[in-house]
């Protein structure tokens, strides 16, 4: 046998593989387009959303009935939250003004991060191109931008409301509360940093929930590809080495969602008081 015909032999293997073995989906760092100007987040976005629409209807329909197992649960729910965020905020009208937006942003964030790990599943168990085809939108800088900016959007416009627009602009640019004048002039510079603090904490509201989860995404695609490779080496072993990784996973869907609901109400509690 020649050199040649090795070289064709073992390319015609390494292409038989590749067309009978779906590999994992490597993840990018943004955004993948699928057909323009459609984008996994986007497909994977809508799925969500349609989930959460018939949900919502089946839980309408239930708090109109009389009785029903879903209307109790789900009032006893929305009780608990708002005596949570009324303890927070200790004011019960500015607590209902903001419960929707908040406890939207928690839910939305920890059921699309669970909802993500369902795609997973289908991803490593029934065919690994779904994962070219779906993407978590909290792995996408775009959308997490979008939450960060509604939060700084809306803590700005409670300042203003609350402290009103000229005690907000003082206590930013001409903040000269102390005694003697280098204090003053040390307290207005030190308030210009403050200002500069509404870019930093957009900044970090989104880079943290987009780093988190796309490390997430990474590690989880990076244990389904190993998933295939011992499978095929020590009999299906690795799915059960892999079990303690999705439960992890579950766990930081959680905190993620949790931190992120914390830092919107300690931004609303201080921006509704005076500095």
Same mark, same amino acid.
């Given at each position: 046998m020649t050199v040649k015909q090795i070289e064709s032999n073992s390319s015609e293997v390494a292409t038989h593989a590749e067309t009978t073995h779906e590999w994992p989906h490597i993840p990018k760092i943004q955004w993948e387009q699928v057909y323009w100007p459609i984008s996994n987040t986007n497909i994977a976005t809508f799925a969500f959303f349609v989930i959460v629409l018939i949900f919502s209807i089946f839980a309408n329909r239930a708090l109109k009935k009389p009785t029903s197992k879903l209307k109790s649960a789900v009032l006893h729910l929305v009780w608990t939250l708002d005596s949570y965020m009324s303890d927070a905020f200790d004011d019960k009208k500015f607590t209902r003004s903001y419960f929707p937006l908040i406890w939207s942003f928690f839910i939305v964030i920890l059921f699309w991060n669970l909802f993500w790990l369902i795609i997973d599943?289908?991803?490593?168990s029934i065919s690994p191109t779904i994962l070219s085809y779906l993407r978590p939108?909290?792995?996408? +800088?775009?959308?997490?931008?979008? #939450? /960060? *900016?509604?939060?700084?959007?809306? &803590?700005?416009? !409670?300042?203003?409301?609350h402290v009103w627009v000229w005690h907000t602009l003082k206590w930013y640019l001409f903040n000269f509360?102390?005694?003697?004048?280098?204090?003053?002039?040390?307290?207005?510079?030190?308030?210009?940093?403050?200002? +500069?603090?509404?870019?930093?904490? #957009? /900044? *970090?509201?989104?880079?943290?929930? &987009?780093?988190? !989860?796309?490390?997430?995404?990474?590690?989880?695609?990076?244990?389904?590809?190993?998933?295939?490779?011992?499978?095929?080496?020590?009999?299906?072993?690795?799915?059960?080495?892999?079990i303690p990784f999705w439960f992890f996973e579950i766990f930081v869907a959680f905190i993620q969602a949790a931190v992120f609901m914390g830092l919107m109400i300690s931004y609303f509690k201080q921006s509704k008081t005076h500095h």
């Open positions: 599943w289908a991803g490593s939108f909290n792995s996408d +800088l775009n959308t997490t931008l979008v #939450l /960060a *900016s509604i939060t700084v959007i809306t &803590f700005l416009w !409670i300042s203003l409301k509360h102390w005694e003697s004048i280098s204090e003053k002039f040390i307290n207005v510079f030190v308030w210009w940093l403050h200002l +500069l603090s509404i870019p930093s904490t #957009l /900044a *970090s509201l989104s880079l943290r929930l &987009f780093w988190n !989860i796309f490390a997430w995404v990474v590690l989880i695609w990076v244990i389904t590809y190993l998933w295939y490779f011992m499978s095929a080496n020590f009999f299906e072993i690795w799915r059960i080495i892999s």
